[in-house]
Nanobody
Framework: VQLQASGGGWVQAGGSLRLSCADSGRIVSVVSWFRQAPGKEREFVAA????????SYADSTKGRFTISRDNRDNTVYLQMNSLKPEDTAAYYC?????????????????WGQGTLVTVSS
């Protein structure tokens, strides 16, 4: 499975960005987004099952971020609204071969490269 993340950029606080994660099309069980700010550990942002029947969000992103998937082009999206300076980080998409939604990065088998999101105050 190959994952390709894109869509990062610079935005003012309160703005929106949409990240994309294109995969090679092989079926996985869960696709998630994580982020890592400078000097901090990687943290869970959002996840969804491949079938789309379950979604999960970190408390810090709930109500502002939305994860979704387009089956036509094997792409997972992360719509980020009402962005805050503390959302500034490199964002990574990840996938699990099997199993349900988990929030620990060590349980993911495949990773895309990071895409940088910068939110200015």
């Amino acid at each position: 499975v190959q994952l390709q993340a894109s869509g990062g950029g610079w935005v003012q606080a309160g703005g929106s960005l949409r990240l994309s994660c294109a995969d090679s099309g092989r079926i996985v069980s869960v696709v998630s987004w994580f982020r890592q700010a400078p000097g901090k550990e990687r943290e869970f942002v959002a996840a969804m099952t491949w079938r789309g029947d379950r979604k999960s969000y970190a408390d810090s992103t709930k109500g502002r971020f939305t994860i979704s998937r387009d089956n036509r082009d094997n792409t997972v999206y992360l719509q980020m609204n009402s962005l805050k300076p503390e959302d500034t980080a490199a964002y990574y998409c990840a996938a699990r071969r099997s199993g349900g939604i988990v929030t620990t990065s060590k349980d993911y088998n495949y990773w895309g490269q990071g895409t940088l999101v910068t939110v200015s105050s």
